[in-house]
């Protein structure tokens, strides 16, 4: 039984891209498939496709390297985690590597990048930092 399928996922992608492998498969869920959107939009993976299968469906996600071959996703951290909520009101959102990373955050407009979230005037809980 998984406790938290937003770290599983994470460490999925971590260990895929340590090894640049080009697609990683998991379960799929709203929650994943909105993260990995959300990477998708700020350009650190290729595409995700979601794959319907019986009896529950998948996630494909296709990751992303420089041309030379260097990691796009240099590190990918869960922040909120089941037992230590963490939250951030618009004001608490601060950019993260001046700009070069995203924080990833779930509000009541649904799973946005800190500078959409920013953008839209909306705070929430803090899933992931990625840089």
Do not use: H, W
Not at 9 to 21: E, Y
Not at 85 to 101: C, D, I, N, T
């Amino acid at each position: 039984m998984m406790t938290d399928p937003i770290a599983d996922m994470l460490t999925r992608i971590r260990n895929a891209n340590s090894i640049r492998a080009k697609n990683v498969a998991m379960p799929a869920s709203r929650m994943r498939v909105g993260i990995a959107e959300v990477l998708k939009k700020e350009g650190f993976i290729k595409s995700y496709e979601v794959i319907e299968k019986k009896p529950s469906s998948e996630l494909l996600v296709t990751l992303k390297y420089g041309q030379d071959g260097e990691y796009v996703i240099r590190e990918i951290d869960r922040i909120s985690k089941p037992g230590r909520r963490v939250y951030a009101g618009v004001g608490e959102l601060k950019p993260v590597l001046r700009g070069q990373g995203i924080q990833i955050v779930s509000t009541p407009k649904g799973i946005l990048s800190d500078r959409i979230a920013r953008e839209l005037r909306v705070g929430g809980e803090v899933l992931c930092k990625v840089i």
